[in-house]
Nanobody, 117 residues
Framework: QVQLEESGGGLVQPGGSLRLSCTASGSVSRFNVMAWYRQAPGEQRELVAATATAGSTNYADSVKGRFIISRGNAKNTVYLQMNSLKPEDTAVYYC???????????WGQGTQVTVSS
């Protein structure tokens, strides 16, 4: 089992910035992919950004150039730096962990990000 603890959501004005954090604990594999997804009301959950332990990253087109995903030195913490936020970024953001096996997939509890003036 892997537990994910998220923090950093909140209310921000358009054009502002927020940083989300997610720390994995428990049976964390040496090789994994950690990602941020988001889900707006009435919408499907979508991938925002992902990073593998090898260092590769992947971003949704809608956030490229504005969001940056990174890992801490211990590699079990992932950050999402969100800049130039827009009202359409408003959603619940979920941390996701994917281990080597297909059944090693876990979700955080979600953190609300609201972009509004």
């Amino acid at each position: 089992q892997v537990q994910l603890e998220e923090s950093g959501g909140g209310l921000v004005q358009p054009g502002g910035s927020l940083r989300l954090s997610c720390t994995a604990s428990g049976s964390v594999s040496r090789f994994n992919v950690m990602a941020w997804y988001r889900q707006a009301p009435g919408e499907q959950r979508e991938l925002v950004a992902a990073t593998a332990t090898a260092g590769s990253t992947n971003y949704a087109d809608s956030v490229k150039g504005r969001f940056i995903i990174s890992r801490g030195n211990a590699k079990n913490t992932v950050y999402l730096q969100m800049n130039s936020l827009k009202p359409e970024d408003t959603a619940v953001y979920y941390c996701n962990y994917q281990g080597v096996r297909a059944d090693q997939r876990y979700w955080g509890q979600g953190t609300q990000v609201t972009v509004s003036s």
